[in-house]
């Protein structure tokens, strides 16, 4: 267990509509990552916070928005759903942001859009 | 541009034998390497990093890698493989942030 909790697990939508999900990090860890498994892709960094502020974008989409709380905790909405948004989505935590820092990552939420 | 490649997209190995996974990388400045695993529907597991110092990095599970600045290389190594080391592994490059850049991936499979 890393300590990082997502949820759902699972979720099942249909096109154009819009999800939000959610990641708790490790006590203390003040980054949150976001990444996205699909198999043409691969592994896919989106976005990271730290503290409550963006820290970097990679490869997001504009349909794609995240947000991190004052409790640290830390949503990604997806709206416009399409059938290539399908993928599994991992949250990671670290203490800081420095490169050298090992990120934990939760079990992921696999979404499944039909 | 950062990148990673891993070349082996699939290798299978019998149990008890050794393991050599590629990585190779491209990035400017100093690079922090790491080496994670997945098992079917878990989430990534860091095996070892390597940031500075000894080149040669020991990991969980008996795995170690050894960082080779003039080859560009990170490759994983095990000296004698395990029917439970069946899994994806992930070679990773870390950017200035902290933001990890993934190979592609190389699933191990474990012949008995």
């Known amino acids: 267990d890393s300590g990082v909790t997502q949820t759902p697990k699972h979720l099942i939508t249909a096109t154009g509509q819009r999800v939000t999900l959610r990641c708790s990090p490790r006590?203390?860890?003040?980054?949150v990552y976001w990444y996205q498994q699909s198999l043409d892709q691969g592994l896919q960094f989106l976005i990271q916070?730290?503290?409550?502020?963006?820290?970097a974008k990679g490869n997001i989409l504009e349909r794609f928005s995240a947000q991190q709380f004052p409790d640290l905790h830390s949503e990604l909405n997806l709206s416009s759903l399409e059938l290539g948004d399908s993928a599994l989505y991992f949250c990671a935590s670290s203490p800081d942001s420095n490169p050298w820092e090992t990120q934990y990552f939760g079990p992921g939420t696999r979404l499944l859009v039909l | 541009a950062q990148s990673v490649t891993q070349p082996d997209i699939h290798i299978t190995v019998s149990e008890g034998a050794s393991l050599e996974l590629r990585c190779n990388y491209s990035?400017?400045?100093?690079?922090?390497l790491f080496w994670y695993v997945q098992s079917p529907g878990q989430g990534l597991q860091l095996l070892l990093k390597y940031f500075s110092g000894d080149t040669l990095v020991q990991g969980i599970k008996g795995f170690e890698a050894e960082f080779k600045r003039s080859q560009s290389s990170f490759n994983l190594r095990k000296p004698s493989v395990h029917w439970s080391d069946a899994a994806e592994y992930f070679c990773a490059v870390s950017g200035n942030t902290g933001k990890l850049i993934f190979g592609q991936g190389t699933t191990l499979q474990v012949k008995p």
């Open positions: 990035y400017g400045a100093t690079p922090y």
């Open positions: 006590s203390g860890d003040l980054s």
């Open positions: 916070y730290y503290n409550g502020e963006e820290r």
